[in-house]
């Protein structure tokens, strides 16, 4: 019986994320051949590739796009096909009953889907999409809250400005459920300033104008309407307001 796509992603998920049972007994004990890591890196990153193309010729027939660009080109069917196999692979990779370590650089499961947008398979909007709708992305999992917004970082330079639009909304509203130092009885601690430093990073890339992400009024816009909600989001980027906005005039608007 053939396997379902969500199977076969589950299915390449497990490869990566399974140990020797002997290798991880003496895994500190281990020199590991620098030539063999490569090649099963290269083998890793071949199958997530032929993985991804797959979903691609299979709905398109061969003929549509790769999915760089996310407008068209290519076939709904095609695109819908990929974002689902990242879907798939983003929901296998953060299941808590992997247990998974996500890392915010080097990690294999993260660098599969950069590698991804790098090769021009797939379109940064759709791995960002796939990162940041996930389910697993919130407070509590701070390793992969860390991990996916340093990704999104690195790669939202290839989203359309309608992208980073809903980039910027998402990254609001996930700050603002994050607990805040005016909170009664909240602590910063360094887990909460990690979270924070991460989608700071985010933001003041989009905000910056010499980027050139996003007009400035959808900016404008978009922060003001977190003033009914005690200005948390001004609270937690004062200086992304100060320093990256209008010279001042948001700042005046907030205050």
């Known amino acids: 019986m053939?396997?379902?796509?969500?199977?076969?992603?589950?299915?390449?998920?497990?490869?990566?994320?399974?140990?020797?049972?002997?290798?991880?007994?003496?895994?500190?004990?281990?020199?590991?051949d620098q030539e063999v890591l490569e090649a099963k890196l290269a083998e890793r990153s071949n199958k997530w590739i032929a993985l991804l193309q797959e979903c691609s010729n299979a709905s398109a027939g061969g003929a549509g796009s790769n999915g760089n660009d996310p407008g068209g080109g290519g076939g709904a069917s095609s695109q819908n096909q990929i974002e689902q196999a990242l879907k798939y692979f983003v929901a296998s990779a953060t299941s808590p009953a992997r247990q998974h370590k996500f890392q915010r650089r080097n990690d294999r499961l993260i660098d599969l889907l950069e590698e991804s947008v790098a090769k021009r398979v797939v379109g940064a909007r759709q791995v960002c999409d796939a990162i940041l709708n996930s389910d697993q992305l919130k407070p509590e999992r701070v390793d992969f809250w860390v991990a996916a917004f340093s990704l999104v970082r690195r790669i939202v330079g290839g989203v359309d400005y309608k992208g980073v639009r809903e980039i910027m909304k998402?990254?609001?509203?996930?700050?603002?459920?994050?607990?805040?130092?005016?909170?009664?009885?909240?602590?910063?601690?360094?887990?909460?300033?990690?979270?924070?430093?991460?989608?700071?990073?985010?933001?003041?890339?989009?905000?910056?104008?010499?980027?050139?992400?996003?007009?400035?009024?959808?900016?404008?816009n978009e922060i003001l309407k977190v003033k009914p909600l005690q200005n948390r989001l001004y609270l937690h980027f004062k200086s992304i307001v100060r320093d990256y906005f209008l010279h001042g005039t948001l700042s005046i608007a907030l205050s």
Do not use: M, W
């Open 2 to 32: 053939a396997k379902t796509l969500e199977e076969k992603i589950a299915g390449f998920v497990d490869e990566i994320l399974r140990v020797d049972p002997l290798e991880g007994a003496f895994n500190l004990h281990i020199v590991h």
């Open 170 to 220: 998402i990254c609001v509203d996930k700050v603002i459920a994050l607990p805040s130092a005016h909170d009664p009885g909240c602590a910063i601690d360094f887990v909460l300033e990690s979270q924070l430093s991460v989608v700071h990073n985010l933001l003041a890339y989009i905000f910056n104008r010499n980027a050139a992400l996003l007009p400035g009024y959808f900016i404008v």
